[in-house]
């Protein structure tokens, strides 16, 4: 029996809200705009483009259906639409695995973020130098009981908005942050569009620049497309277990997709008219966000105000998609189990938590410890989400596009919609995808 009736999104656009909120994180803010710039600008946005439109859209798709047309969690999933002890479980498995080792190094970088919000509210930087200023992450990241502190800061607020349940805690939470995400984007762009760097900006982003396009630039597109939203380890398939109304597949994975991609491109620009105004080049990852930036809200009138809305859009972004990982391991387990779903929450959020510990001491006390000369941190990342998140995606979409096969394709499609759409999205689903991922996959051990 059962210990409660099986929840659901309240609302359509709750579903599309939680989607977009797991979809836009941090690599929305650190990874894109960097990839863009670096990999020739407007042609670049084309071909993630393209690569959102025919290897994105299909596995969100692939994972949507499986999730709504099982209603069941990540890994059980496989075996209600299979068989049970079903060989394609192993990409739930993995999944679910993957959530739980993404969110606990995840959440030591939310731990990083609140850090830096909490020093925006108290003016920390506006007296400091570029050095000082630069000095301020080192410092961070050398002192472990702090950077342990705002990582189970952040992790609390991960389980107090998931132990709230779907409808109450996650959807509700999403429902209030991706506007105010928004919001504060929009705000931040108006600021920005009175910088001088603000067209060449715009420029570095939109017109292509052929002498940087290399044919690695569809890879790196393609697999930026693939994390972006947030692909191959259950959170759509756990979502997709919650909709109601399954008709709507194919609209929600269209919505999150334009979502999560203006989102990138709106950072991107406000990223890229602050650092030209400073005639700096955008950096990749933790020191854009840690330092380039601070250093220059520094240099800028209202510096306050726009750092502290940079740090409450980072917040924002990032706690949406750690809501989404916890899910993914807190559905399993409570179908797993059949026990009260907040005490697994607790439970399941604490040990996450503490896997992380690990993680938030490889900056300082064990910064020694390596495998494959990477860290513990970096070590995790990549088992994680350059092969656990590839892996899962070639499975889902081949389980959807063979094994669930036609029939499902047109289940999802509607008939009504015209008959090439279904063909399109089964030979996707079948081949494109599946090969993409697969050489990302392979250049990942090779690069
Ligand atoms: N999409 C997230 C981002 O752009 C990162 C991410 C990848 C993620 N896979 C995920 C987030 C799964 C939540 C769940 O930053």
Redesign the pocket.
């Known amino acids: 029996m059962d210990l409660q009736k099986r929840p659901s999104w309240s609302s359509q656009i709750g579903l599309v809200m939680a989607a977009a909120g797991?979809?836009?994180?941090?690599?929305?803010?650190w990874?894109?705009p960097y990839l863009a710039g670096d990999n020739g600008g407007g042609f670049f946005v084309l071909i993630y483009l393209l690569c959102v439109l025919l290897v994105g859209i299909p596995v969100f798709i692939s994972e949507l259906f499986i999730g709504a047309s099982s209603k069941k969690n990540a890994i059980k999933a496989f075996e209600v639409l299979d068989k049970p002890k079903s060989k394609w479980q192993i990409a739930g498995i993995f999944g679910v695995g993957a959530?739980a080792i993404?969110l606990s190094y995840?959440s030591v970088i939310g731990g990083w973020v609140l850090d830096y919000e909490f020093k925006s509210i108290f003016n920390f930087f506006s007296t400091k130098t570029d050095k000082e200023v630069t000095e301020a992450l080192d410092n961070l990241l050398a002192t472990p009981w702090l950077v342990i502190f705002w990582h189970f800061a952040f992790m609390a607020m991960t389980i107090g908005i998931v132990i709230g349940g779907i409808e109450k805690g996650i959807e509700k939470w999403n429902k209030r942050l991706m506007p105010l995400l928004f919001i504060v984007l929009l705000v931040l762009i108006f600021r920005v569009m009175f910088e001088p760097g603000f067209l060449k900006g715009l420029a570095f982003l939109l017109v292509p620049n052929m002498s940087r396009v290399t044919p690695n630039c569809v890879l790196v597109a393609c697999g930026q497309a693939f994390?972006?939203?947030?692909?191959?380890?259950g959170?759509l398939i756990t979502y997709g277990s919650y909709m109601k109304d399954s008709s709507k597949i194919i609209r929600t994975s269209f919505e999150v997709a334009i979502l999560?991609t203006i989102v990138a491109l709106m950072a991107a620009v406000i990223i890229f008219a602050i650092v030209f105004s400073f005639g700096m080049n955008p950096d990749k990852g933790p020191g854009l966000v840690f330092v380039t930036l601070p250093i220059l809200f520094n240099k800028m009138f209202g510096s306050y105000f726009i750092s502290n809305l940079f740090f409450l859009l980072l917040i924002f972004?990032?706690i949406t998609?750690?809501i989404?990982?916890l899910e993914?391991v807190v559905t399993f387990l409570t179908e797993y189990f059949n026990w009260e779903r907040k005490k697994l929450t607790i439970i399941g959020g604490t040990l996450i938590a503490l896997f992380g510990v690990p993680s938030a001491l490889s900056f300082n006390l064990w910064n020694k410890v390596t495998l494959f000369g990477m860290g513990i941190f970096d070590i995790l990342d990549f088992i994680s989400?350059s092969i656990f998140?590839p892996v899962g995606g070639v499975v889902i979409s081949v389980f959807y596009g063979w094994k669930l096969g036609k029939k499902a394709v047109e289940a999802t499609t509607g008939k009504p919609i015209a008959h090439f759409f279904s063909i399109t999205l089964l030979w996707l689903t079948r081949i494109v995808a599946p090969l993409a991922i697969l050489i990302m996959l392979i250049h990942n051990f090779i690069k």
């Open positions: 797991s979809a836009i994180g941090l690599g929305n803010i990874k894109f959530a993404i995840y994390f972006s939203l947030s692909l191959g380890l959170v999560d972004a990032a998609s750690s989404s990982l993914v989400s998140l």
